[in-house]
Each structure stands twice: as C-alpha cells, then as structure tokens.
C-alpha cells in the first residue's frame, strides 16, 4: 500500500505535467491571436459601393475577402464604402438568401456565414 508521501510525490508530478501542458497551450493561444490579428480585414481596403446594388456589393466583398462572413460584417463594409440605405442589415440579408436560392448562386451558406462560390 503507498504511504501518502508517494501519492503527494505522484500528486505533484502530475501537476507539473499539467503545468507544462498549461505553458504549451497559453503559447499556442498567443501565437493564434497573432495569426487572428494578421487576418483581419484592412481598413484601407475598401470599394466604393454607392453605385452597386446591395446584392452586387455583398458579392464583391465576399470574393474579395475570400472567407465566409457574418451579415454584419458585410453590411459594415458596405457603409464604409458608401452605401447608403434604409435597414441595410433586412436588405443584404435578404439580397443573399435570394441570390443562395438560385440555379447558380454566386453566394452560399455557411453556417451561419455567408460565402462566395
């Protein structure tokens, strides 16, 4: 039968594995931020979308970006590029569902993101 002085030294042993592991991990989280912060869109990189349609806007970010996108994000994009309208988010939301519906969509959902085809 083990005394309580091998199951402490067991005890702290696996502890310091759990340590080591702990290290591992906050590394591997910290180099992700930085590959996160690296992807995100630039700010300068933005099209003039007053004279598209909402429809032909959304399509052209999603290409550009080449990833799937939340409804948000696209809608912020195209405010930033100068489109302007009433219930932006109904109408892009809308404009992409009609367009995922079609023979040839040029756009399809991803989860709950949007993505170009």
């Known amino acids: 039968m083990a ?5 402490l030294t067991e005890l702290r042993a696996e502890l310091a594995k ?3 592991s702990r290290e591992r991990l906050q590394t591997a989280i910290g180099a992700i ?6 992807a995100q869109p630039r ?6 979308y007053s004279k598209m349609t909402v429809r032909e806007g959304a399509i052209h ?5 080449g990833r799937s996108m939340e ?10 590029g100068g489109k302007q ?3 932006m988010y109904n109408s892009t939301y809308t404009a ?3 367009e995922s519906e079609k023979d040839q969509p040029r756009v399809v959902r991803d989860g709950k993101l949007w993505k170009a085809v």
């Open 85 to 87: 309208q009433s219930d």
């Open 43 to 48: 700010a300068s990189i933005v099209a003039d």
């Open 61 to 65: 970010i999603l290409k550009t970006e």
């Open 3 to 7: 005394g309580y002085g091998d199951v």
């Open 96 to 98: 992409l569902a009609r």
């Open 71 to 80: 409804t948000t994000d696209i809608v912020a994009r195209l405010k930033a």
């Open 33 to 38: 931020e930085e590959l996160a912060k690296a």
């Open 18 to 20: 759990v340590d080591r």
